[in-house]
């Protein structure tokens, strides 16, 4: 059943296949997947944990770094994970998918050999920089690859570690370590909106709109369908939070934004306004080829060679703007 959160799985069929090789065969270093807000990341971890979770040959723990809440819905492992992780949660407090995703990386100093021994280890750990922070994302990605590392010492047969964030500037931090690789998840394609906005019932008048100023992401899809396709309803409550951003950008960073509207890969060449447009996810780094999908470059979308807008209502938005 579709829930006002969670958009139904399209056509992802590329990226799923790609990472169901990698958590059955093993990974090394640790992946750190990385895309645009809502394109569907943490939907697709969510799909390997379904695939796998429950088969004997794996041992499997999700975390949700993000959450506030309980231990049980912050945590999907084995009981006796469960068990390791809340003694360590208390230790540390705040909030507990916080807490889980720091010391995950404590986890198999306290778990003895015949846990894993012979088994497929998979972490999965969703939107990790944010509640981590970007000055702590180096030395905890290192972390990870000692407990990887350590995994394997417990003899377990395969272990793979996948991160997520849609923290653009975290990538660009971890990017110069070995101890980490790096894929992209774009939004989904033109085909792939259309299947899911005729899942959502969406009036066919609105399809080429809504691919105009969301390029298919998922989230902003389902955020108009829990709208009832009130476009220019949408725009206006995203252009209040995307004035808010420009107006802490100083006067020369305004005032070259025309310029990265009409061709986004102009920020190359802008460092400052890069900067601040990445750490405000207005827009990102393009990584050829993405982990499935990868957009060609197309102006009206904001996509260029190397950097895209996230969202091209971002673009839209910013274009229509009197900027000062």
């Not at 100093?109 to 088994?119: I, M, N, P, Q």
């Not at 570690?161 to 923290?167: K, L, W």
């Not at 990017?175 to 009036?203: G, M």
Request: with cysteine.
């Amino acid at each position: 059943m579709t829930t006002p959160y969670e958009p139904p799985f399209v056509n992802r069929e590329g990226e799923l296949s790609i990472l169901l090789k990698i958590v059955d065969e093993g990974y090394y270093p640790v992946l750190y997947l990385f895309g645009p807000e809502g394109c569907g990341k943490t939907r697709l971890l969510k799909e390997v944990l379904a695939r796998i979770r429950g088969e004997e040959d794996y041992f499997v723990v999700y975390v949700d770094a993000q959450s506030a809440e309980d231990l049980r819905k912050a945590i999907l492992a084995p009981p006796r994970v469960l068990e390791i992780m809340a003694e360590l949660v208390k230790e540390i407090g705040g909030p507990v998918g916080r807490a889980a995703s720091l010391i995950i990386t404590k986890l198999a100093s306290r778990l003895g050999e015949h846990e894993v021994k012979g088994r497929k280890v998979v972490i999965l750990l969703d939107d990790i920089a944010r509640p981590l922070g970007i000055d702590m994302i180096e030395i905890y990605t290192k972390n990870l690859l000692t407990l990887l590392e350590e995994l394997y010492a417990l003899k377990a047969s395969s272990v793979s570690i996948i991160a997520t964030t849609s923290e653009g500037a975290s990538c660009a931090i971890v990017a110069k370590h070995n101890y980490v690789r790096l894929r992209q998840i774009w939004n989904l394609d033109k085909d792939s909106t259309h299947e899911l906005l005729a899942k959502l019932n969406a009036p066919q008048k609105v399809w080429d709109d809504v691919w105009r100023l969301t390029g298919g992401n998922p989230r902003s899809i389902v955020e108009l369908w829990r709208r009832k396709w009130k476009i220019d309803e949408w725009i206006k409550e995203v252009e209040i939070s995307l004035r808010i951003i420009i107006r802490q950008l100083d006067k020369s960073e305004r005032r070259f934004l025309k310029t990265v509207v009409t061709n986004v890969d102009a920020v190359q060449e802008l460092p400052q306004l890069r900067r601040a447009l990445i750490e405000n996810n207005l827009i990102t780094p393009i990584v050829r080829p993405c982990l499935g999908y990868t957009p060609p470059p197309c102006p009206e979308l904001g996509i260029g060679e190397d950097y895209a807008w996230q969202i091209p209502v971002y673009k839209y938005i910013v274009e229509r703007m009197r900027v000062h």
